[in-house]
T-cell receptor, first 112, second 111 residues
Framework: NAGVTQTPKFQVLKTGQSMTLQCAQDMNHNSMYWYRQDPGMGLRLIYYSASEGTTDKGEVPNGYNVSRLNKREFSLRLESAAPSQTSVYFC???????????FGSGTRLTVV | DQQVKQNSPSLSVQEGRISILNCDYTNSMFDYFLWYKKYPAEGPTFLISISSIKDKNEDGRFTVFLNKSAKHLSLHIVPSQPGDSAVYFCAARGSNYKLTFGKGTLLTVNP
């Protein structure tokens, strides 16, 4: 029962570097999401994919891009990392947009 | 503008007592509300939910109450156990089906 798998779990980047956060789910869910969690800010939606082949911006999309590679995988890319992107990133999935979410265990990203 | 507010960053209760976590919202279009629980170094996990057409939903030790006129919901945990110590997030679903989360409340249950 893997659920939602995120890789890597930890990453340190230098300002300006790029990287891709990977997320895969094995529950045959249609919808997938990327959130970031910052101290005192709760969970904020970056991007989501309602179904395979579609992606939409969330609350805080600037500085990020996403790819819904197939039904299972939804990646988040930082093209030029900035210290403000230091955060814990959570991927989630749901059967459909209106169903409850299952979250991954998170990626802790530090940009120095 | 914060549409979902959890005004208490932390709450400490004794084991066996009731824990009450509060959440206020501003958007009257929210139609579904959820509570998620998060342990350190793990992702949030679903705990309990309530539709806007109900005022109470119960699941074991957990009960969620919704007061639509006050735009307020609360999560009651009784009796509280040390294993309940975690961050609790309130979330609300809008007309676009996306969830908006509060900032979370850290619950500590002391043995």
């Amino acid at each position: 029962n893997a659920g939602v798998t995120q890789t890597p779990k930890f990453q340190v980047l230098k300002t300006g570097q790029s990287m891709t956060l990977q997320c895969a789910q094995d529950m045959n869910h249609n919808s997938m999401y990327w959130y970031r969690q910052d101290p005192g800010m709760g969970l904020r939606l970056i991007y989501y994919s309602a179904s395979e082949g579609t992606t939409d911006k969330g609350e805080v999309p600037n500085g990020y891009n996403v790819s819904r590679l197939n039904k299972r995988e939804f990646s988040l890319r930082l093209e030029s990392a900035a210290p403000s992107q230091t955060s814990v990133y959570f991927c989630a999935s749901s059967e459909t947009l209106e169903r409850r979410y299952t979250f991954g265990s998170g990626t802790r990203l530090t940009v120095v | 503008d914060q549409q979902v507010k959890q005004n208490s960053p932390s709450l400490s209760v004794q084991e066996g007592r009731i824990s009450i976590l509060n959440c206020d919202y501003t958007n009257s279009m929210f139609d579904y509300f959820l509570w998620y629980k998060k342990y350190p170094a793990e992702g949030p996990t679903f705990l309990i939910s309530i539709s806007s057409i109900k005022d109470k939903n119960e699941d074991g030790r957990f009960t969620v109450f919704l007061n639509k006129s006050a735009k307020h919901l609360s999560l009651h945990i009784v009796p509280s156990q040390p294993g309940d110590s975690a961050v609790y997030f309130c979330a609300a679903r809008g007309s676009n089906y996306k969830l908006t989360f509060g900032k979370g409340t850290l619950l500590t249950v002391n043995p």
